[in-house]
């Protein structure tokens, strides 16, 4: 069965940073792209971050400089490291495998991170 | 950046009615890489279309998707209640993939 487990959200300041991580089971990360999604409060979706089986990187603009996706294999697990928070960070932050012209076609249940002093 | 417009905002129906949701694109989709995605309160989005006319797995067939280049539909043929959600269409077939604003589908 394929699992994708969110950790690592929480509360922090503007400025502060955080990891979050997306534990995998039922298929190897380092064989697949995989990607950070976000949703701020009401709002829609917006993809982050991406990292291909090559171990190159895509981030959005809004983050460009500030987060950084990378992965274990050992733990089979894909990291966010977001640096420099800013309020409009604020958003649950999803975990999700891209198989190529299949779509997104699994994904984790989230993990909210709030930006506020 | 390729953006993505859904229509209508806001789709008002009855269990067993027909629905059409619409996305169109800025700029044709490459090789119709385009998805559909069903997302209910406090869950994760769920993959309903894939490759743009393609049902995802365990997906019922009343779901069902079409169009080419830059507009796409997504259709439910008779709509269950278990589908009131919010739909988002995405494209991923040139960077950086972009999602649509969603449609919501409420009960009427």
């Known amino acids: 069965e394929v699992q994708l487990v969110e950790s690592g959200g929480g509360l922090v300041q503007p400025g502060g940073s955080l990891r979050l991580s997306c534990a995998v089971s039922?298929?190897?990360?380092?064989?697949?792209?995989m990607t950070w999604v976000r949703q701020a409060p009401g709002k829609g979706l917006e993809l982050v971050s991406v990292?291909?089986?090559?171990?190159?990187?895509f981030s959005a603009d809004s983050v460009k400089g500030r987060f950084t996706i990378s992965r274990d294999k050992s733990k089979n697990t894909v990291f966010l490291q977001m640096n420099s928070l800013r309020v409009d960070d604020t958003a649950i932050y999803y975990c999700?495998?891209?198989?190529?012209?299949?779509?997104?076609?699994?994904w984790g249940q989230g993990t909210l991170v709030t930006v506020s002093s | 950046e390729n953006v993505l417009t859904q229509s209508p905002g806001t789709l008002s129906l009855s269990p067993g009615e027909r629905a059409t949701l619409s996305c169109r694109a800025s700029?044709?989709?490459?090789?119709?890489?385009l998805a559909w995605y069903q997302q209910t309160p406090g869950q994760a989005p769920r993959l309903l279309i894939y490759?743009?006319?393609n049902r995802a797995t365990d997906i019922p067939d009343r779901f069902s998707g079409s169009g080419s280049g830059t507009d796409f539909t997504l259709s439910i043929s008779r709509v269950e209640p278990e589908d009131f959600a919010v739909y988002y269409c995405?494209?991923?077939?040139?960077?950086?993939?972009?999602f649509g604003q969603g449609t919501k589908l409420e009960s009427k």
């Open positions: 999700a495998r891209e198989n190529g012209y299949s779509g997104f076609d699994h």
């Open positions: 039922g298929f190897l990360v380092s064989n697949n792209f």
């Open positions: 990292i291909y089986t090559s171990g190159g990187t």
């Open positions: 700029q044709s989709v490459y090789s119709n890489f």
């Open positions: 490759g743009a006319s």
């Open positions: 995405q494209q991923y077939g040139s960077s950086p993939y972009t």
